[in-house]
């Protein structure tokens, strides 16, 4: 039993650590417009063009922003964002 109870303790915890959509919370209206706005600021950005690893660098960005908006929950707000 002291087994069991010791994995358990240790696998819970890398879980929530390792798994961002456990403790993935509900983003604000105003956060969320933020992540689209910085994502489609580095996507003209890039349609601009610029240097293989300036580009590399606002893809980075652009991506990091799309995954905050994903981890947010921020399809609720998908009808009040503005483009």
């Known amino acids: 039993m ?6 358990t303790l240790i696998t819970v915890p890398l ?3 390792i ?11 105003e956060q969320c417009q933020r992540y689209q706005d910085q994502a489609m600021r580095y996507q003209e ?8 690893p300036q580009m590399d660098d606002w893809k980075d960005s ?3 922003y799309e995954q905050l908006f994903r981890d947010g929950q921020c399809h609720k707000h ?6």
Request: no cysteine.
């Open 2 to 7: 002291q087994n069991h109870l010791s994995r």
């Open 15 to 17: 879980l929530i650590i």
């Open 19 to 29: 798994n961002p959509a456990i403790w993935a919370r509900d983003t604000s209206l």
């Open 45 to 52: 950005l890039r349609r601009q063009g610029g240097s293989g």
């Open 62 to 64: 652009m991506r990091k």
């Open 78 to 83: 998908r009808r009040k964002l503005q483009r």
